[in-house]
């Protein structure tokens, strides 16, 4: 066989192999019990959403509402070096890495600001990073626990921060 055809033939498996291991990637995934969506909702929502579908997003403006009114409970979920680091004023520090760890702790301080199951005021977590996911694991080991009235604010950190409102350093 002569370059020229070595070449010509090549340049036609390449596509056909691809074209087949595509097929293939999608079958199998078709057959699996734990198949990928090729479609999915990737939106801020769903993303952060829990077992039963439904958000739990809050935005800024209804979490501001809510602490200047003193309806809410803020958990941060990052690392406790970056709590102390600032933090919104008045939460507290759950790193969801430990929150199995330290839950009890945390649910004593939870009914000391009069935190309950039935959700007389909201337990609202955050992290830091739009795709930070450490407040949605958090707010999902929570609601796992039996609080019902359970949000997520997305990027907290930053958007809290960034409407200037009150932080702490420390403890």
């Not at 990637?25 to 699996?32: D, E």
């Not at 935005?59 to 406790?80: C, G, I, T």
């Not at 199951?117 to 996911?133: A, H, L, M, P, Q």
């Amino acid at each position: 066989m002569n370059e020229r055809a070595y070449l010509k033939q090549t340049f036609w498996q390449i596509p056909a192999f691809i074209i087949l291991a595509f097929i293939l990637a999608l079958t199998i995934n078709h057959f699996r019990s734990d198949s990928i969506p090729i479609i999915g909702d990737w939106s801020v929502d769903a993303r952060f959403s829990d077992s039963a579908g439904a958000s739990l997003v809050i935005s800024l403006d209804e979490a501001k509402v809510l602490f200047e009114q003193n309806h809410a409970l803020f958990l941060d979920a990052r690392p406790k070096d970056e709590y102390d680091e600032g933090h919104i004023a008045g939460a507290l520090s759950l790193p969801q890495q430990e929150a199995e760890s330290y839950f009890m702790e945390v649910a004593i301080e939870l009914e000391a600001s009069q935190v309950d199951i039935n959700g007389s005021k909201v337990i609202i977590t955050y992290c830091d990073g739009d795709t930070c996911e450490l407040s949605h694991e958090l707010a999902l080991f929570l609601k796992e626990m039996g609080f019902n009235n359970v949000k997520v604010l997305v990027n907290g950190w930053s958007v809290w921060l960034e409407a200037g409102l009150p932080k702490e350093i420390g403890e």
